[in-house]
């Protein structure tokens, strides 16, 4: 079953792939009677089971990580994001004569959502690589760090849950790179 496959392989990122197989058989076992909308919470359910245990084994190693991969985050958005603003300047048709509308152009937002998509990418290479067989609880510990320190803003009163919840979607590319790490971890 196509379902299986793909459950299998959600777990395996969590998990070994024989303990995965074993979990997805029994929860197949439970589908037959419940269903396939019970069948895929219980898979979720279990895989968010599985990297809270992993990050609750080791809470201040999995600190350590957050707060390592937070910095590298922002070390990241810094090299990054600076040669994107004089490039913008120079390629905006008002060029020095107007450096906020550079702010404005196409080149500009293009070249930032390439580096909002990468360094969270590269963010969750270097957290999986300093976790291996933990690698998405240490991105799922920065993702809870992100989170509480978004939420300050929102305290205060100055930001929204919108902004939040952005916040924390923003951390998909970075489970992706993790992802991509365990995958050749896995394959070698």
């Known amino acids: ?49 599985m990297m809270w245990r992993d990050v609750t084994a080791s809470p201040a190693r999995m ?22 603003f004089p490039i913008a300047i120079l390629l905006s048709p008002a060029g020095f004569r107007d450096p906020s509308a550079a702010f404005n152009s196409r080149i500009f937002n293009v070249a930032s959502m390439a580096v909002i998509l990468l360094v969270p990418f590269q963010q969750g290479r270097w957290l999986a690589r300093r976790s291996p067989g933990q690698e998405l609880a240490a991105c799922f510990a920065l993702t809870i760090l992100t989170a509480a320190v978004d ?12 902004q939040l919840m952005l916040s924390i ?13 365990r995958r050749k971890r896995m394959t070698r």
Do not use: H, K, Y
């Open 151 to 162: 939420s300050i803003p929102m305290a205060l009163g100055l930001g929204t849950a919108f």
């Open 63 to 84: 600190a350590r990580l957050a707060g390592g991969g937070f910095i590298v985050g922002l070390a990241l958005l810094f090299v990054c994001f600076l040669p994107v």
């Open 169 to 181: 979607a923003a951390s998909i590319p970075m489970f992706a790179g993790a992802v991509w790490v």
């Open 1 to 49: 079953m196509r379902n299986a496959q793909v459950a299998e392989w959600l777990l395996s990122l969590v998990t070994t792939p024989l303990r995965a197989a074993s979990t997805v058989g029994d929860l197949m076992e439970n589908a037959a009677r419940r269903g396939v909308v019970r069948f895929w919470i219980g898979v979720l359910r279990t895989a968010f089971s």
